[in-house]
């Protein structure tokens, strides 16, 4: 799930609650939850209602954008990876 669509879920508001909150049309709001990067003014919107640091929620979203199917705040796993012996 795109962090934009986490961070509205998890406060119980729907895309059209975002979208009056951010003075942006619903279809901008699908458009960043599909993986459009909001504009720099809207993103320090979004960072105030979220309540989460602008750096951290931008590094979020570009973190998913490389990732997808890492949920918003955690890492990917990263395998143990073993040579073998020569």
Same mark, same amino acid.
């Given at each position: &799930?795109?962090?934009?669509?986490?961070?509205?879920? !998890?406060?119980? %508001?729907?895309?059209?609650?975002? @979208?009056?909150?951010?003075?942006?049309?619903?279809?901008?709001?699908? @458009? %960043?939850?599909? *993986? !459009? &990067?909001?504009? @720099? !003014?809207?993103?320090?919107?979004?960072? @105030?209602?979220?309540?989460?640091?602008?750096? #951290?929620?931008?590094?979020?979203?570009?973190?998913?954008? #490389?990732?997808?199917?890492?949920?918003? *705040?955690?890492?990917?796993?990263?395998?143990?990876? #073993?040579?073998?012996? #020569?």
């Amino acid at each position: &799930m795109h962090p934009i669509a986490h961070f509205r879920r !998890a406060r119980g %508001w729907t895309q059209e609650d975002l @979208a009056r909150q951010t003075d942006v049309s619903v279809n901008t709001v699908r @458009a %960043w939850e599909r *993986g !459009a &990067m909001p504009r @720099a !003014a809207n993103l320090r919107k979004l960072s @105030a209602l979220f309540e989460i640091d602008l750096i #951290r929620l931008a590094d979020t979203i570009i973190s998913w954008q #490389r990732e997808p199917d890492v949920p918003p *705040g955690r890492e990917r796993q990263r395998a143990d990876v #073993r040579v073998p012996p #020569r």
